[in-house]
């Protein structure tokens, strides 16, 4: 039978878990995205409740030091409140942050239907004299922080009728299902870079505050190019990772240094 205790000494057992928990993030020099064990093993380890336990969890979620996952591989995560996005990936953003137990919505700031400028031409591959481009700019939030802006083209022929529907929802996901567009693979290019002073506005940040910007080309199996975007994030925001295995070349120079 666990102890009665005031809301005084509650409050007090609380931030002292709190405490605790900080301490053995700290001593085992635990990195964000490492798990520090599951709910059951850590409640055991301290000697505590789980209700007390879950008490204290729940003030480290509120500072973005934590992060319960729920699952076979899931347990308490070490966090730092930032979002973190592989290089490369075919996944939605919003399913990216669900996955990490975070949540990201999307503003509309523009949907027109435009002709192709010479670069998307070439970029999408696009076919005819005069094709044409759906140009779509959302606003994206990370638990109701801004967090990038994304300006996408894509080619009109693939996706009729595609501003008719929720553009708050993801692309990807209406790809697959509504026009059997699958992505298998995309290229891009990040680059460190400032905001102008619109882009300042809309993300809620001071001039010069350091953004990282995507240039993104995704494609089908078939090769087919079905976007063009390029994603503004707030850089104190995100962590970008990169898995890789396989060899590297790094020079291409003959004789090098061994």
């Not at 347990?75 to 490369?88: A, H, K, M, Q, T």
């Amino acid at each position: 039978m666990e102890d009665r205790i005031d809301a005084g000494q509650g409050r007090l057992a609380t931030s002292e878990l709190v405490y605790r928990i900080r301490a053995l993030i700290r001593d085992r020099e635990l990195q964000p995205g490492e798990r520090l064990g599951s709910e059951r093993a850590l409640a055991q380890s301290l000697g505590i409740s789980r209700s007390d336990l879950r008490m204290a969890l729940a003030v480290l979620e509120a500072s973005h030091e934590v992060i319960r996952k729920i699952g076979r591989a899931g347990g308490i995560v070490v966090s730092d409140g930032r979002l973190e996005r592989n290089i490369n990936t075919v996944e939605s953003l919003p399913t990216i942050a669900r996955r990490q137990g975070m949540r990201v919505s999307s503003k509309v700031l523009q949907a027109v239907i435009a002709p192709a400028s010479p670069s998307d031409i070439r970029l999408l591959k696009l076919p005819g004299e005069h094709p044409m481009v759906y140009d779509i700019t959302r606003l994206r939030y990370i638990e109701d922080q801004p967090l990038s802006l994304e300006r996408s083209h894509l080619p009109a022929y693939l996706f009729p009728m595609f501003l008719t529907r929720d553009l708050t929802t993801p692309f990807y996901t209406m790809f697959e299902r509504d026009y059997d567009v699958r992505p298998y693979s995309v290229d891009e290019t990040l680059e460190s870079v400032v905001g102008d002073a619109q882009e300042n506005e809309l993300l809620e940040i001071e001039p010069e505050t350091p953004l990282m910007r995507i240039h993104r080309i995704a494609f089908t199996a078939e090769g087919t190019p079905f976007e063009r975007a390029i994603d503004v994030y707030v850089a104190d925001r995100m962590r970008f990772t990169m898995h890789h295995s396989g060899y590297v070349r790094l020079s291409a120079t003959h004789g090098s240094a061994k």
